[in-house]
Structures are given as structure tokens and as C-alpha cells.
Nanobody, 121 residues
Framework: QVQLVESGGGLVQAGGSLRLSCTAS????????MGWYRQAAGKQRELVAV???????NHADSVKGRFTISRDDAKNTVYLQMNSLKPEDTAIYYC???????????????WGKGTLVTVSS
């Protein structure tokens, strides 16, 4: 059974920083892309940033220059460093991974349960 567990969310004032972490555990053969998405109240889930094997990244325009995604393949962990946070960054942040389960040949999509980030003005 594969699980993604996020941590690092919380309450922060505007202009502050937070670092989110997400670790994938279970019978994993390999992980392709990992990413962060967010969903604010009353809005659709949106991409924040993704990183693929090899380190190529893509960040949403709304977070470029403020957020940085990185990964530690040895730990099956992806990070999101969030600086200069704004109230509009308030959302539940979800971790996502495209991975191959041990013994399988198929890439499957997994999600964490989310971690709440609240930015006060």
C-alpha cells in the first residue's frame, strides 16, 4: 500500500515562510513526477509546482519567484519552500506523485490527504 503524507502546514503572517514536506512510503519501484497542488475554499484545485526525475521543475505563474519545489529521491520526499506568503496563498496543499508500485509496470497517480496553509494579513 502506497501512502503520501504531507507535513509543514500551519498559520503564518503575510510575508512569512513555510516549508512543506511530503514523503511517499510503501512498495514503490520508482517515482516519476512529484508535485504540489492547492485548493482554496470555493475554488478548483490548481497546480502549484511539479518536479520530475532529473530535477526539471515547473512553477505556476502565481508562485514563481516565491515558491521552490525540490525533491530527495533517496527519501522519496518532495518539498515546497514557500516564501513571501500572501493571504491568497491560503489553501489546502496536496502532494501528488506519479509512481510505479513494486511488481507492476504501470504508472499510477497518488494523492496525499492535504495540509492546510493559512496566511493572515
Amino acid at each position: 500500500q502506497v501512502q503520501l503524507v504531507e507535513s509543514g502546514g500551519g498559520l503564518v503572517q503575510a510575508g512569512g515562510s513555510l516549508r512543506l514536506s511530503c514523503t511517499a512510503s510503501g512498495s514503490i519501484s520508482s517515482i516519476n513526477g512529484m508535485g504540489w497542488y492547492r485548493q482554496a475554499a470555493g475554488k478548483q484545485r490548481e497546480l502549484v509546482a511539479v518536479i520530475i526525475r532529473g530535477g526539471l521543475t515547473n512553477h505556476a505563474d502565481s508562485v514563481k519567484g516565491r515558491f521552490t519545489i525540490s525533491r530527495d529521491d533517496a527519501k522519496n520526499t518532495v518539498y515546497l519552500q514557500m516564501n513571501s506568503l500572501k493571504p491568497e496563498d491560503t489553501a489546502i496543499y496536496y502532494c501528488n506523485a506519479d509512481l510505479i508500485v513494486a511488481g507492476s509496470y504501470y504508472v499510477m497517480d497518488y494523492w496525499g490527504k492535504g495540509t492546510l496553509v493559512t496566511v493572515s494579513s
